[in-house]
């Protein structure tokens, strides 16, 4: 056997194996604040359609900034009593310029349940799961809790 014919066989185990990589998957956690502008729309029944716009700061965790800013966007069904029953939103984070992720939520209450749907950056092909649930509320502005696990090719 020549020299390039041992070194190609001993190479490609390498190069099959670097592009076969498993896709990585991080958790991440933090709490953040956050300033909304709503829009209440009441409904004959009594209910009302609230449409909210925040954007937001929050820690990261683990991360090599330690924050990242946010912006979301969405719609929710208020109940009679203002109680929140159907919550619909899509938010974008940012930990730099270069580097982001998008989720879309649902939930009810205080709490939602989020689908990571995309990314830029080191979060590019982003998908996974997660969940964000609210601390406080006062007026306009209040904070927030989440985990989410992100996973890139």
Known sequence: MNKHVKLALLLTPLVLGASMAAA??????????????????????????????STAVATIEPSE?????????????????GTATDLDFYCTFRESSIDGFDIKGTGAGDSAKTEVVGGRGKWQGATGQGTMRRLAERGDRGTFAYEVTISTP
């Open 65 to 81: 900034f330690g924050f990242m800013f946010g912006e979301c966007v969405g719609l929710g069904l208020l109940s009679a009593v």
């Open 24 to 53: 990585e998957s991080v958790s991440y956690k933090g709490t953040g604040t956050y300033r909304a502008t709503r829009s209440v729309l009441p409904l004959a029944g009594g209910s009302a359609v609230i449409s909210n716009k």
